[in-house]
């Protein structure tokens, strides 16, 4: 009753002013009705342009409330928030990204020294590796391994030349660790840490002239093992909350006496490369009770490179991750001495330890898992397809029958935009970017699509498949896939916390404009800045407002298609375009709704991300078909890709709206400006995945190039060089076959197996050489399907499992 009353007396406030305005103007009640409006209009609009008065009567009073509602952020949040850059995800955000910028960075390539590296050395290290014995007799890199990797200066592909390395380009460096991947797990992740997120990364950006004159050279060479730890038993996907502890004093250090330095316990797990690290990065919380280095008692997280064999630092032990052979364990200290020059940075690095590891994250993340999950993706692409067209059941190749049709086109498609989107990052990291947000997207997507295509892989292997043994080249990928699921955060947290949560802060135009000036202590710069973004902001709303609803009628009103690209394609970008900017209106109403509320609603916070993502994924598979000359072949490809990730972005869309927080009315206008006129995506046909499935059956240029990279063995002892032979074989028997099959429809030959390619022979209805042929075929295939046995004592004697 309260809010009806409210109603009628403001109602009656209104029409008493038209009266009065009436009686005192002698113009009509409508005359008088329409003035008042209009001079209302004028007031608001006189105190919008004014920003005077716009400042003091609109901005602040928002502001106000923004700071109520703002949630908050601890150090270690902005320190995340700041760290990396943005690049094409804020064209995304935008709601109009503009396509020919996309279009006009620079092809990502290999220069001649890269290329002769990955011919080279890569191919070598490939043609040694063995993993089931890796991962089954030796539980380790052999030897010999472990050398020829140290001495090819493997540890060192993105140290500067200048300190011993190959200053590689961050794609060159993905081809290595993609190639390695497609071999062997265990040697990919034993290459790609020391490059990654790891001492070297942090010394070249953050290291003082003589950690890197000393350190660098040393592990360009391989003289140095290099781990990191940052993760522990207290702290795995809240890093931020490390509990291990430095405590700033003097103390003893080579024999010297009264050395500023500080004494450090720590204990950390799942470190790769720790148990056989020579030179261990730690990350830790420093503490400075005695005011040695200042007024400041609490200092933040730091990091520091010790020595593994300094005393008290004890390492060793091995962690088992799923019957992966890399080098991992824990590693602890207690009360370890250790100089202030140890601290990477020295004295300027204090504190600021989070910062540097949030920056390198942001370039280590966007190569090395992207690199192994998209290299196990084209080996599920080349033995799948390969396996169907080879593998008979019920007279058919097995690839034939749709079922197993429809996970092939799965493989490929995902392949194609996995390798793409691998591609174009790494590209960004080539010019400069950090890209911290659209690392989070990569890892997590191409990780979970690879994991999707070695388990379709699997299934369509079937008993080949699941039989461990020298002969399984899909396996160990398949039992390891969950190790990179699992590490440089969590997928579950990358997909609910770090895509959104961090992208909408980062990717929006002006959000952190907001927040700054709502953070700023200066009132009265807080009060500009703040107003200039609110008033961006408000425009920036109502332009996505409009642009969604009318590219939602149809794709006629939607402009900015880059100029000659083909007809098959153009449509995409108006579509992704419409997509876009709906994105980036849903977006705006989820963060004035929900507010702080938001960094809550993980569910809200990942289907954001998710739509967020699928726009990424498909801008850098338009780029890859134009870097690579809009190869029509490819076209099959690129259609299955985008419109899957076309419908996906509907029904992600459609989830959110479905459970988006408030009225009935809300969730109306909301549907009606993003779905106008109701959803229309729908995912590949069937006959689209027909085509996009036959490509990978058999071989050929479309095959080659999505599965270009990785390392494809020709030695006669390889099970992938056997696949391959049958695959030829089985492509060149197809004429064969059927003049066999045409014989016993009309008669002339009989329908026994057994006496088939003989009898053929004898009538003539084949020649020696095609007879030849069938047989070298019925050999491949026997060899290809047959799977490992083992003796009865096999496990017993050496008392290990598969």
Known sequence: MENFSAVRLDTSIFCGSVIRLSILTGKTMLESFLLLIFSLIGIIAIILVIPFLRRNLVSNFILKIFRKILPQISQTEREALDAGTVWWEGELFSGRPDWHKLLAYPKPTLSPEEKAFLDGPVEQLCAMLDEWHITHDCYDLPPHVWQFIKDNGFFGLIIPKKYGGYGFSALAHSEVVMKIGSRSNTAAVTVMVPNSLGPAELLMNYGTEEQKNYYLPRLAKGLEVPCFALTGPEAGSDAGSIPDLGIVCRGEHNGQQDVLGMRVTWEKRYITLGPVATILGLAFRLRDPDKLLGDQEDLGITLALIPTQTPGVNIGRRHFPLNGAF??????????????????????????GWRMLMNCLAAGRSISLPATSTGAAKLAARTGGAYGRVRVQFKTPIGFFEGVEEVLARIAGNTYMMDAARVMTAGAVDLGEKPSVISAIVKYHLTERSRQAINDAMDIHGGKGICMGPSNYLARTYQQLPVGITVEGANILTRNMIIFGQGAIRGHPYVLQEINAANDPDKKHASVAFDQALMGHIRFSLRNIMRSFFFGLGSKYIKGVPEGVLNDTADYYRQLTRFSAAFALVTDIAMLKLGGALKRKERISARLGDILSMLYLCSATLKRFEDEGRPVADLPLLHWSIQDACYRIQQTFDELLKNFPGSWLMHWVMRILVFPL?????????????????????????????????YVPTADKEPLAHLEQALECAVACDAIEIKLRNAIKTGQLASSKDRKVTEALERGIINQEEAALLEKMKVLRRRVIMVDDFPPDFGKVTGTTS
């Open 327 to 352: 080098q991992n364990g824990p590693n602890s200290g207690k009360d370890v001495f250790i100089p202030m020059e140890w601290v990477i940075g020295g004295h300027e690095g204090v504190g600021n």
């Open 678 to 710: 109701g959803m229309r995506f729908a995912p590949p046909s069937d006959a689209l995945s027909h085509t996009v499935a036959r490509l990978i059956l058999e071989p050929g240029e479309v095959r080659d190039r999505l599965t270009a990279g990785m």
